[in-house]
């Protein structure tokens, strides 16, 4: 019986050793919801394919039509388990998983090292950036943008400054309106001190007050009064930052 | 009977006395107030009235019994005088020829004289040290622009002497921001100021020629009047002399103006420790009034410029110069655009690779 017993755990063994060896989820994109077609099914299991090869994480997408009971988030994260997501040592893997029901609510779940790479601000900031894709039902271009935004951030984390709160990812657009700004201020800021050079091209102006003619130490007052009346009070609710 | 209504000085509705409390009531907003407070708030609130003080006419000294020569100008109507040894050939304020006129009346003595102390190598040296360090200034100004003789000239001034009364109130807060838990708490404390005083003004100057531009006049100020000496017909000699066309009358609402603002800005600069301060009512009386007519020593220099005059005057006794100088308009845009590209390029490197 206890030879049974430990060529049984023998066995067990060298599952669990091999299951971790090839911890790589086999299916890159579980359609569930069959928001892709055939040919767009293919296309995005060959791209998952490559940015697995490429950047050494595997990369799975998951969509279902519904999330029974659960939010998004812990539907997300079951599915994780479920798909062995996952490759290499440490366990590296990211997950998309996308909900087409309603608004097209997604949720991106990170993996092993990779999430020192897309941390909770890369995983805000990415879903921030593709989420207008999912709600116009723009499946294919929105899992391809994840991809893309996916890859620069690990590729940044790889150079040790990984995008973060202090170290923000900023896009063309958020790059054109920043630049934008700072000249529409310094415009404002130059006008002002055009204005006060050319006001300073004329001198001749009017006194308002008659005070250079006042005799010295003839102003008394003969009154000062400070009265408190009331007081008034507002109060303005401070913003607090949304913590997911 | 008269019954007198209180409203709450915090949001203008009636006041009701809150017999438990003692005091007077708002049902609206909840605030409190003594008797005495609302009775004071009440007075104060009424008054209001800033009076134009009618100032005795000036009596005049007559005119210079000496032999003066008038002319009169041709373009801007000016007329100005000078000594029988002193020939005017061009105005000294628009730069036209003048030509001698007998039937202008004569030169009106004046009470006092400020004789020149700045000559007019000071002028030149004065135009020169105020066209410097002036990026905006058109390239030709120095080399294209033609000076016309400096001209010194005693200008017609009416000197204003007064006490002035102000009492004024004021609606002032001090605003005291706190944080209590997640709230931002801006809390402001309303108070009611009074102020009353009084001052004493001596040889208020005001303009007696509308030749000259008043802001010119003004902005060469102050005079000091110490050095005022009785007129003599010597002091005309190398200068001329502006013969007076606003009379006494006609300044007198400008000192008025001038003393006004003058007792309110004194009275102003004692409150202090306030966030905000409003004038809510004012009264201001002048009194004592002395007139007294003066001629004030100041050199005028005219240039041309692509035809157009620009005007400078120089106070003769301190020597404080004003004026107005051109604005080359493509050096103002150079400036524009130039500021503008080395703004927004440290701005955009701020806002992309610091913030």
Not at chain 1, 19 to 48: G, H, M, P, Q, R
Not at chain 1, 114 to 120: C, L, M, R
Not at chain 2, 281 to 302: D, E, H, Q
Not at chain 2, 339 to 346: E, R
């Amino acid at each position: 019986m206890k030879k049974i017993i430990s060529v049984a755990a023998a066995l067990l063994a060298c599952t669990t050793i091999s299951l971790c060896a090839c911890a790589e989820a086999s299916v890159k994109v579980v359609d569930n919801a069959n928001i892709f077609s055939e040919k767009d099914e293919s296309k995005l299991t060959k791209k998952l394919e490559d940015f697995s090869e490429d950047y050494g994480v595997d990369a799975v997408v998951y969509t279902t039509s519904d999330l029974g009971e659960k939010s998004i988030g812990e539907f997300a994260g079951e599915k994780t388990v479920e798909v062995s997501l996952g490759k290499g040592s440490s366990n590296d893997g990211i997950m998309l998983v996308v909900c087409s029901k309603g608004d097209g609510d997604i949720c991106i779940a990170v993996n092993g090292g990779a999430y020192n790479s897309i941390n909770s601000y890369g995983q805000n900031r990415i879903k921030e950036l593709v989420s207008e894709d999912f709600k116009a039902n723009e499946y294919l271009d929105g899992c391809n943008q994840w991809l893309k935004l996916s890859g620069k951030f690990i590729k940044r984390g790889e150079s040790g400054k990984p995008y973060n709160e202090e170290n923000k990812y900023l896009t063309l657009k958020d790059k054109v309106g920043r630049i934008g700004y700072s000249f529409a201020g310094a415009f404002v800021i130059s006008l002002i001190i055009c204005l006060i050079m050319s006001g300073m091209m004329k001198t001749a102006n009017p006194k308002h007050t008659a005070n250079d003619y006042v005799d010295k130490k003839s102003f008394k007052l003969s009154k000062e009064r400070d009265v408190y009346l009331y007081t008034t009070e507002t109060r303005t609710k401070r913003e607090t930052k949304n913590k997911e | 009977m008269n019954i007198q209504e209180f409203k709450c000085p915090s949001c203008g509705a009636d006041l009701v006395w809150d017999s438990a409390g003692q005091i007077m009531k708002c049902e609206y907003c909840g605030n409190t107030f003594s008797p005495d407070l609302l009775e004071e708030y009440t007075q104060e609130e009424s008054q209001q009235s800033v009076e134009d003080y009618a100032w005795e006419a000036y009596r005049s000294n007559g005119e210079v019994n000496a032999a003066i020569r008038n002319y009169v100008c041709g373009s801007c109507g000016g007329q100005i005088s000078a000594d029988a040894n002193t020939a005017a050939t061009n105005c000294p304020y628009c730069d036209s020829p003048v030509v001698l006129d007998s039937n202008v009346a004569g030169l009106l003595e004046p009470d006092l004289i400020i004789p020149f102390k700045k000559d007019k190598e000071d002028a030149k040296k004065a135009l020169e040290k105020f066209c410097r360090k002036k990026p905006l200034l058109p390239n030709g100004f120095h080399s294209e622009n033609r000076l016309e003789e400096i001209k010194g000239i005693y200008v017609p001034f009416w000197l204003f002497d007064c006490d002035a009364d102000g009492k004024i109130r004021y609606d002032a807060t001090k605003v005291k921001n706190t944080h209590e838990g997640e709230y931002d708490v801006s809390r402001t404390e309303h108070y009611m100021v009074v102020r009353e005083g009084t001052a004493k003004f001596s040889c208020v100057p005001v303009d007696g020629s509308t030749t000259m531009e008043d802001n010119y006049m003004e902005a060469i100020e102050p005079f000091d009047v110490k050095d005022g000496v009785d007129f003599k017909t010597a002091y005309l000699s190398g200068y001329l002399a502006d013969r007076y066309d606003v009379d006494s009358a006609d300044a007198m609402p400008r000192a008025n103006e001038r003393v006004s603002n003058g007792i309110e800005a004194l009275l102003r600069d004692t409150v202090k420790g306030y966030s905000s301060v409003v004038t809510k009512n004012k009264s201001i009386f002048v009194k004592k009034g002395r007139i007294r007519y003066a001629m004030m020593p100041v050199w005028i220099l005219s240039t041309q410029f692509r035809g157009k005059v620009y005007k400078f005057a120089m106070n003769g006794q301190t020597g404080r110069f004003v004026g107005e100088l051109p604005v080359s308009k493509g050096k103002f845009a150079a400036y524009l655009l130039g500021l503008t590209a080395a703004l927004g390029t440290i701005g955009s490197l701020i806002g992309l690779f610091i913030l």
